[in-house]
């Protein structure tokens, strides 16, 4: 068998494999004077929305167009499936997205092209609704992972060599987040020797899909525990251990690819000299734990439109899906742009034959992209009212400027028009010029990532293994915050998730895939007794692509929450666990000798 048929003869159920290699990993060892390795595993976890999925389909009598009333993150991705799945042209399907009652990846694509379909055979609407326990059966929950990882770094805290291979359970379809995990695995630190490995298997389980974050809290997870256990045995402070070795902005990611502008090193500052780090008291079953994690920005191209009323008021149509306060945003974008109070701007998600492109809402990127486009769209129409008042005002559109519902003539407020002059001018029979409606469109930007970092205290009861969170802080790059609250709640929620990861939430199947854990009942989340004060620190490292500076905020939040707690159980007991959820169970057989996986 030659070396051209083993690589060619793969298992029946790799659906993918990557592959990223940096210098020389034998020789990275060689240099290495601690050479640390261990393998971290994490479970199926769903995405736990308190809406199960809920699509309605129509059939139009006359024409024969499909229209869709979905819970859905994507309204455009869900007109493709359709349109695919009937065979028909996209203008025959109308995707009308509804209120989404939460959503964090597993609401994209589902129950779309069967109800559509079902309703085209029957000629009546049909509707479907799952049941919770349905929801638990049928959805696209996050998948396992299993990652080995080995690290070798000198004495003085310098890594040298970086070797991993990652294996996704993606159930019985393709679309585990492999690729992304094993780019950030090996990422956030400055390595000259890498190799990593990365596949995605098939399995007799339900298909697996995205979660916020998707493959970001599984990589982050195993490489923030081995920067803990290799900065302990080396003993070097485990913030400066990180500093000393992260990454940069134009530092290359696996991939080949540079890092852009990022806050990994402003957030880690923020980290050490924060108060709840500096203070650290331990005492019996007391641990504090750190780690850092980071989301590269997601991208898509966007649109966006802005019409202005004869009352002086606007509408922003966009066609993305408002699920985590983003409309909010978009009407203080459009407001700065316009010099018009938020109470002026009404921002409207149109269906699909109405709306301009958005793609999801999804990745991090709905502010980011989205919001380019609605500040290019505001701009648009700002130029449009400054041309009809410099006509109207005889003056030049530079001495113009609006504020308070008015153009006027800079340094002589007396000389100026109201914005309802300005649009009835344009909107009015015999008007003399153009509707005032302004056009954005942008393309796929470069990416801005964001990085948190999330400090947690923990108490552990070594007898029965519990762990009770007594204080917790997340530290966060936000780029420029234009909605304050709207960002420390995604900060606040991010963090619930990551507590989520780190001490409650599997699913479990019994040998044969059959799911065990399909009711809340079963599937434990955490609840507000478990969650404890909290505390958000936002750092601003403003993207340069971004609207104002901004960057998405999303993603970030939940990434490190379960390597800190895994860290902060650590510190209390003195054993590192490399399984999550890490639950009372395992912990109390760890203390009583029935596990081994000691530091």
């Known amino acids: 068998m030659t070396a051209v048929e083993v690589k060619e003869r793969k298992p029946s159920n790799v659906a993918n494999r990557y592959r990223f290699t940096r210098g020389d990993i034998a020789q990275g060892f060689r240099d290495a004077d601690l050479i640390v390795e261990r393998t971290y595993v994490t479970g199926r976890l769903h995405q736990a929305y308190m809406e199960p999925h809920a699509t309605l389909a129509a059939i139009d009598p006359v024409t024969a167009a499909v229209t869709v009333y979905t819970s859905t993150q994507g309204q455009f991705y869900v007109r493709q499936e359709v349109a695919d799945a009937l065979d028909r042209p996209e203008q025959e399907v109308r995707v009308v997205p509804m209120t989404v009652g939460g959503g964090f990846g597993g609401k994209i694509l589902l129950l779309e092209p069967m109800t559509a379909a079902l309703a085209v055979a029957v000629r009546r609407p049909v509707r479907l609704v799952l049941t919770r326990q349905d929801d638990f059966f049928l959805s696209n929950p996050g998948p396992e992972c299993e990652i080995h990882l080995k690290t070798g770094v000198t004495r003085d805290g310098t890594l040298t060599a970086f070797e991993a291979k990652l294996i996704f359970d993606a159930g019985a379809e393709p679309g585990a987040p492999a690729s992304i995990a094993a780019i950030l695995l090996g990422g956030y630190y400055r390595v000259p020797h890498l190799q990593i490995e990365s596949l995605e298997v098939l399995t007799h389980k339900p298909p697996t899909g995205a979660y916020r974050a998707p493959g970001a809290p599984q990589a982050t997870f195993a490489i923030e525990s081995q920067m803990n256990i290799m900065a302990e045995q080396l003993g070097i402070d485990p913030i400066e251990f990180r500093l000393k070795n992260a990454a940069a902005q134009g530092d290359p990611m696996p991939n080949g690819r540079p890092w852009g502008k990022m806050g990994l090193r402003a957030v880690l500052e923020t980290v050490r000299d924060h108060p709840k780090w500096q203070s650290r008291e331990h005492g019996d079953g007391i641990g504090y734990g750190v780690a850092v994690g980071g989301w590269p920005g997601g991208v898509e191209s966007a649109a966006a439109c802005v019409r202005a009323n004869t009352d002086g008021t606007f509408q922003v149509v966009i066609g993305a899906v408002d699920i985590t306060g983003t409309a909010t945003s978009m009407t203080l974008i459009a407001a700065e742009v316009l010099g018009v109070p938020p109470e ?139 909605n304050p609250a709207a960002v420390e709640g995604q900060m606040r929620g991010g963090a619930v998730q990551g507590i989520g990861w780190g001490l409650f939430e599997s699913m479990l199947y019994d040998g044969h895939g059959t799911l065990l854990t399909a009711t809340f009942a079963d599937y434990s989340i955490p609840r507000a007794t478990d969650v404890p004060p909290m505390e958000t620190v936002m750092v601003e490292v403003p993207s340069e692509l971004g609207p104002f500076g901004a960057k998405g905020v999303g993603e970030p939040s939940v990434i490190p929450g379960g390597a800190a707690i895994a860290n902060a159980i650590a510190d209390a007991v003195g054993l590192r666990f490399t399984t999550l959820p890490i639950t009372p169970a395992r912990i109390a057989a760890a203390m009583h000798g029935e596990l081994t996986d000691r530091q």
């Open 344 to 482: 002026s701007i009404r921002v409207v998600t149109a269906d699909t034959d109405q709306a301009p492109y958005a793609g999801m809402s999804a990745g991090s990127k709905t502010t980011y992209t989205v919001g380019s486009a609605v500040k290019q769209a505001a701009e648009d129409a700002r130029r449009q009212i400054l041309a009809i008042a410099a006509s109207e005002l005889e003056a030049r559109q530079d001495d113009l400027e609006i504020r308070d519902g008015k153009v006027f003539v800079r340094g002589t407020p007396q000389r100026g028009l109201a914005l309802a002059e300005i649009a009835k001018k344009s909107m009015s029979f015999g008007a003399k010029y153009a509707p005032v409606f302004g056009n954005g469109s942008v393309p796929a930007p470069k990416a801005s990532p964001g990085f948190a970092a999330h400090i947690a205290k923990v108490h552990v009861d070594k007898d029965t293994g519990q762990v009770r969170l007594l204080d917790y802080a997340v530290i966060q790059d936000v780029g420029f915050a234009i």
